[in-house]
């Protein structure tokens, strides 16, 4: 279900209620019919009703190797989430200059000890502890 989801973007069984999916996958064959060529007869053999007629782990990597590797028709990702990607690495592992608060500190309006230190909150006053 994930290999056909990856491939189509939809799910194999449609959409809709969780009942109504689960039914569905349940009482009727999934629609393949928007998968590529290539992956559709092993997926649909994958999805059959009856487990003992799907095919075994070894002969699913049998198929895969078979195929071959997947030949790539352009950019993994769409070139603006690269780019946000990029951004947001760079401001991640970006250091921090000379001077400058190297990370979360106190609060707006925190008191402070004469050498800089977040000052210490008293101790209370209700006697000795136990």
Known sequence: MTIAYAALGADLFG??????????VAGTDPDVSGLPDALRPLLASCLVKDPTARPAPADLIAAVERAGAPVASGPWLPYAVVTDIVAARQDMTRLPQPGTASGPGPGPGASRTPGGRPARRPRSQSGPRA
């Open 15 to 24: 959409e809709g209620p969780a009942i109504a999916v689960a039914f569905r």
